[in-house]
């Protein structure tokens, strides 16, 4: 064999190599889109994938365990099928509404997200101030990046706050008053973490969480606040 061939050889060795192959999913693309040129919302995604730590990303879009009810609630959205009326007059449109007394101009909220600030240094600061000008109700989650004191100075609109009840009542009730001297007119009390969640994500990248507003840090596999969490809600008197 000539030295060609052996190059040639090892040329069509490497091209097939499941190590090669392994590393495209690595390569960041040729040219990341401004934010002027994302069409929706989705597009936003792969995009943060690029520029965010792995650690934050998973943190922010993973789901429990294998991610099944994720993806499921995602698909869940190409079943709706909107019926169109036509000939109807639609240049006043209302899709306002009044929660807890407070007047909204649609019935989508914020949901609570924690760990905000891995995304972005203004965190919740930002998302505040983005949901007044939406005129829409923000649910700041108790895994906040900022104390929700400094979220409700910076808020433009209405809050409310989601809380994990614990088997510490006093500390739960120190969190709830926080809240309402911060300005939130409700409580959205997440019932579903009576024991840790099962992370996958997480806990392959084997990272410990920031540290919240509480002072500690959380383990990969603790309850975070999750945006398809089920709630239920409660006017604060």
Not at 44 to 65: C, H, M, N, W
Not at 206 to 230: D, K, N
Request: aromatic share 6%; net charge positive.
């Amino acid at each position: 064999m000539t030295r060609r061939d052996a190059i040639r050889s090892l040329g069509v060795w490497l091209a097939g190599s499941p190590l090669i192959q392994a590393q495209q999913s690595l390569r960041l693309p040729d040219r990341i889109p401004s934010m002027d040129q994302l069409v929706n919302v989705l597009e936003f995604e792969p995009v943060a994938k690029t520029r965010l730590p792995i650690q934050s990303y998973d943190y922010i879009a993973g789901g429990v365990d294998d991610e099944w009810t994720l993806h499921r609630n995602r698909e869940a959205f190409h079943w709706i099928i909107l019926r169109p009326r036509m000939l109807q007059d639609v240049s006043k449109l209302d899709l306002s509404l009044t929660l807890f007394g407070q007047r909204i101009e649609m019935p989508i909220l914020v949901a609570p997200t924690g760990g905000q600030g891995q995304a972005h240094p203004d965190g919740e600061l930002a998302m505040a101030r983005a949901a007044g000008a939406a005129k829409t109700i923000m649910v700041v989650s108790s895994n906040s990046s900022y104390p929700i004191k400094k979220i409700g100075e910076a808020a433009t609109g209405p809050l409310w706050f989601q809380l994990y009840p614990g088997p510490d009542l006093e500390r739960t009730r120190e969190h709830v008053e926080a809240a309402v001297a911060a300005g939130c007119k409700a409580i959205a009390i997440t019932v579903d973490t009576p024991y840790n969640s099962h992370r996958e994500r997480l806990l392959r990248d084997r990272q410990e969480l920031p540290e919240t507003q509480t002072g500690r840090r959380r383990a990969a596999t603790e309850p975070q606040p999750y945006r398809l969490t089920r709630r239920f809600t409660a006017g604060l008197t």
